[in-house]
């Protein structure tokens, strides 16, 4: 599950086939968490218009899908264009890899309402929202809204709640990668997040090196993820 790409950034062509790729190299495994970005500074640098960015990303979706579950593909469509296009491998997901939608804002769940598997919000407290200029989302009352907004839109589009991920991160106990990582504590915060409705938690890895990444999802599976299962047994 890639955290998240930025589909206006890049040619869903492109997108299409490197997903496919990993979903065939990990049988199946493969989740495509998608966003639309909102650093205006990322779009200039890219040469990519800010402006267009909404539309982008709805039309990138469509191609992915017809890349995915078409041989022979034409899409003629307001920015990309292409014909008799055909891609291998196909995805051994079936239909296709799920497609998650990231973003604070009401257009991302409604984007999910309409085409996504999950939603993939991210902690941004208001003083950093206002930064980025996203909007604000925390663990508690934010969340508990945003999800009620989705469920809400899922019912009116007629689908079920219960069949769309959510995902988010869990802060409490701190950084699995330190000494002083609580996991009684981490595991209270996953509870408490699978009760607002939260299906998948990110976990932040250190990248200083494969080692130490390797040495976490190790302490990680150990300390919070065994314990977990146990409980559940």
């Known amino acids: 599950i890639p955290n998240i790409v930025v589909l206006p950034y890049r040619n869903p062509f492109v997108v299409a086939k490197a997903s496919a790729t990993l979903d065939v190299l990990s049988g199946g495994r493969f989740t495509l968490a998608t966003g639309v970005g909102y650093l205006e500074a990322e779009y200039e640098a890219l040469g990519v218009d800010h402006a267009e960015r909404a539309a982008l990303f709805d039309e990138a979706l469509d191609v992915l899908v017809a890349v995915w579950t078409t041989d022979d593909v034409s899409f003629a469509g307001r920015h990309f264009q292409a014909s008799g296009i055909t891609a291998h491998p196909r995805p051994v997901a079936t239909p296709h890899p799920p497609i998650w939608v990231g973003g604070n804002s009401a257009a991302a769940r409604r984007r999910v309402a309409l085409r996504g598997h999950g939603w993939a919000p991210f902690p941004a407290p208001r003083g950093m929202a206002r930064f980025v200029g996203t909007a604000p989302l925390d663990g508690g009352d934010l969340l508990v809204?945003?999800?009620a907004d989705l469920h809400r839109r899922l019912e009116e589009a007629g689908r079920d709640?219960?069949?769309?991920?959510?995902?988010f991160s869990c802060s409490a106990g701190g950084n699995p990668a330190r000494d002083t990582f609580d996991a009684d504590a981490h595991l209270e915060g996953l509870d408490a997040l699978?009760?607002?409705g939260v299906t998948w938690v990110q976990v932040g890895l250190p990248g200083d090196s494969p080692e130490r990444a390797l040495e976490t999802v190790a302490r990680y599976g150990e300390l919070v993820i065994a314990p977990h299962r146990a409980a559940q047994a």
């Open 145 to 147: 809204a945003g999800i």
């Open 161 to 167: 709640p219960a069949s769309v991920d959510i995902s």
């Open 194 to 196: 699978a009760a607002l």
